[in-house]
């Protein structure tokens, strides 16, 4: 041994510094915050006139495949657009009719991401810039069937909306600018389409 050295005293030392982690790691772990998720309310359209068509049934069919995969976002939408599209469809069309079918056809209900240029200038270090933009677009046409099939009359409607996030945002923040933007596309998918209804299926409306 060296004299003046205790290896009991070494021993001490290393269990106080062990003692001393663990309680830092306490520490640490008590001053986290937990981070609400926030849920965003369901888009419903009930509160809008509906529309009465003179058929029996009034069918859904959702024709767009969300690819998964960048540029592609609209799977982590809070709303996918295709379950908006479906929800407008419950409550704003009535079958009134006692035969025939009318079907919504979706065609496109994508978001897409894209990466903005950044400002890398002294002046743009210091300031939150809008780091990226987030296309959005639904595609639909109503179309009416008679007894034997036949196709007798269709409306269609495309709605499109644009919109930038700045790089500071919060999770939550992310999500209700998605929802934000979702539900301004679909009041636009909502008076063009209705718009054509009135147009090219008036005969079909009671």
Known sequence: PVPGHSQH????????????????????????????????????????????????????????TPTLKPPNVEHLFPTPLGKVLN???SD????????????LIISNAAAT?????????????FTMQQSHRYDLKVEATLEVYDLTGKRRGFA????TRSQ???EDVSLNQRERIWFEATEKL?????AEMDK??????VNWIR
């Open 196 to 201: 054509s209804i009135r147009r090219h299926l």
């Open 87 to 89: 929800q407008w469809a």
């Open 113 to 125: 991401e894209t990466a903005l240029k950044k400002n890398t200038s002294f002046t743009g270090i």
């Open 9 to 64: 005293g070494v021993a001490d030392k290393h269990m106080l510094i062990q003692r001393f982690a663990v309680a830092l790691l306490f520490a640490l772990g008590a001053c986290e915050t937990q981070v609400q998720i926030e849920t965003m309310p369901e888009l419903t359209f009930g509160h809008l006139p509906t529309i009465n068509l003179n058929v029996a049934e009034i069918k859904f069919d959702n024709r767009y």
């Open 164 to 166: 930038t996030m700045r």
């Open 92 to 103: 704003r069309l009535r079958p009134v009719g006692a035969s025939g079918v009318a079907r």
């Open 156 to 159: 269609a409607a495309v709605a």
């Open 186 to 190: 679909i009041q636009a998918f909502d």
